[in-house]
């Protein structure tokens, strides 16, 4: 079967370990591969500090096996990771690994790793260290790298390994892949001497590598004249900075030979349904594996025929049921009854807890709202009844339960409040009509010149992708549908997110008050924070 084995290795290996922090799992197989080129770590750095990361190997093995060895060593021997400077030590360590390669101690190091794991597969090179020197040049991996201190989680990433947070049970992107396809890595490819082709149906780099970031791949890193980040391949990583919050679960690392097979949203939930199950995370790890191996690679072409590694970490203190972000003091203060919701902030927090105190018919007195610098937001209200008494005892936790559930977003498949807020008045959003993407209904009983311009406009400034659009109505009341008036138009809206997955809870909230603010319109019953206030007469300072 050329490149593939006559039956996919599915002998996991394992590694997993626990804290009073977290909880970790990590599996990894060879599938269909004649060769395992991936790599993965996990250590315990400190009491409060963790360090996991997956590296994906091409063009041999080597270059992801001495990332797994040295990593750590070279990442708290950086100075700035003693300054406790943990961005900058990640971009530091993803170039170190380049440098210490390009060393004569590296390169023998390198020579020894491939000599080894050539040996125990069987297949050693005759030719000699000539052979080794050209291949130490021709090596890569890709690598995605999480450092957890405390509850601030620090990831670093090159090429298309990914790392995702299950928040609420929504998949949180880490990462962002680097595909030559992109305009900002082609235009750094092309400015550095190289060029993209598509070859066989994938775009690559000088008709080779189809990702644009890795750490290795030295002939493409030989240019004198350019820093190490406007290489054609570069080992610069992007990186992102998440403070883990309440409701969040777990985090999901993984090479691409998983999410070639699965959304980022897939396997949130896959996970997420394994460990409601009681499985443990190497247990969650390995079972998503088996679920994305193919049975045979020829009916797949390929897909769920590389090899495969996932790490799952969860998170203790953080799950939902044991996440106090919401609470309700009826003690504190002797006239009104305080509400304190501190949470990871977002577009449309506020109108949702808003929404959730004028369906109650409460008055807020006074608030107070604020995020900091790791965007959480704090948020505090005085409130009373409309008689201006405190809140009764069942009110009161009828508050906290309301504030907590339209907060926790489940997923778009239970997620009965979203089906029935977005689901009715001139503007909705259906989850449930097509099974690709998210449906957005705009009616408009007599439309202007540049309507449409600015639905696409609110649509595109919150990163929503229209994958296709159409116009129902015609103005002629004998040729048009009979539940649209005769001037009116049913714009209608197939759309994803910026990750190429439905909208979920946030997403749509956030979108449905743009549109209604944009177009004028605030007949749909989710109403917008300013006029919620109003309508109880409550009093806001910031």
């Known amino acids: 079967m050329g490149q593939y084995l006559s039956s996919p290795v599915t002998e996991k290996d394992t590694l997993e370990g626990s804290t009073d922090d977290l909880s970790y799992g990590i599996s990894a197989h060879q599938g269909w591969r004649k060769n395992m080129e991936d790599a993965h770590i996990a250590h315990h750095i400190s009491k409060d500090t963790y360090l996991f ?15 797994s060895m040295y990593i750590r060593e070279e990442l708290e021997r950086s100075g700035e990771f003693k300054a406790g400077e943990y961005e900058g030590s990640l971009v530091h360590v993803f170039h170190r690994m380049d440098d210490l390669m390009r060393s004569a101690e590296g390169f023998s190091q390198l020579e020894s790793i491939r000599k080894s794991l050539d040996k125990a597969s069987a297949t050693e090179d005759e030719e000699g260290d000539d052979t080794y020197s050209m291949l130490r040049k021709l090596a890569g991996c890709t690598a995605v790298v999480a450092l957890l201190k ?15 947070l299950a928040r609420r049970g929504v998949a949180v992107p880490l990462s962002h892949d680097h595909k030559p396809s992109a305009a900002g890595e082609r235009a750094r490819i092309m400015a550095a001497g190289g060029f993209v082709s598509e070859v066989g ?3 690559r780099v000088n008709g080779n590598l189809n990702l644009s970031r890795a750490i290795g791949d030295l002939r493409y890193k030989a240019n004198p004249a350019l820093e190490a980040k406007d290489q054609i391949i570069t080992a610069q990583p992007d990186l992102c900075v998440e403070a883990l919050v309440p409701g969040d679960r777990f985090m999901v690392l993984a090479c691409d030979g998983i999410w070639d097979v699965m959304s980022n949203q897939q396997v949130v939930d896959f996970v997420g349904a394994r460990l409601d199950e009681g499985l443990t995370p190497t247990q969650a790890a ?23 590694t996932a790490s799952v970490v969860v998170f203790k203190g953080l799950d939902e049921e044991g996440a106090d972000f919401v609470t309700v003091d009826n003690e504190r203060e002797e006239s009104s009854t305080v509400l304190e919701v501190e949470i990871k902030d977002y577009p449309g927090l506020l109108r949702i807890i808003a929404w959730v105190l004028n369906g109650l018919d409460l008055v807020a007195e006074n608030a107070v709202v604020s995020t900091d610098a790791e965007g959480i937001a704090h948020n505090t209200f005085w409130l ?6 405190k809140l009764k005892d069942k009110t009161a936790e009828m508050l906290a339960d309301q504030v907590r559930d339209y907060l926790m977003y ?30 957005i209904h705009v009616r408009e009983d007599n439309p202007s010149p540049g ?21 129902q109505g015609t103005g002629n009341c004998e040729n048009k549908d009979t539940s649209l008036g005769c001037d009116a138009r049913l714009f209608k809206f197939w759309v994803k997110s910026s990750t190429g997955e439905k909208l979920n809870y946030e997403q749509a909230s956030a979108l449905l008050f743009t549109l209604n603010v944009v177009l004028g319109n605030y007949l749909n019953p989710l109403t917008p924070p300013d006029a919620a206030l109003e309508a109880t007469n409550n009093t806001s300072t910031a």
Do not use: W, Y
């Open 53 to 67: 990361g997956i590296f994906d190997g091409h063009g041999g093995p080597e270059v992801a096996k001495f990332c």
């Open 150 to 164: 405390g509850r601030r989680l620090f990831v670093a990433n090159a090429g298309d390994s990914r790392a995702v």
């Open 201 to 203: 149906g994938i775009t």
């Open 286 to 308: 390995s079972e998503l594996l088996n679920a994305c191996v193919a049975s045979d690679p020829r009916e797949t072409r390929g897909i769920g025929c590389d090899n495969m």
């Open 384 to 389: 009373t009844s409309l008689s201006g008494n």
């Open 410 to 439: 489940c997923t778009h498949q239970s997620d009965v409040k979203a089906a029935t807020e977005f689901t009715s008045g001139p503007i909705t959003i259906s989850n449930s009509e097509d099974k690709e993407h998210s449906v």
């Open 451 to 471: 309507f449409l311009l600015e639905v696409a406009s609110a649509l595109t400034g919150l990163n929503t992708q229209i994958q296709q659009g159409v116009i």
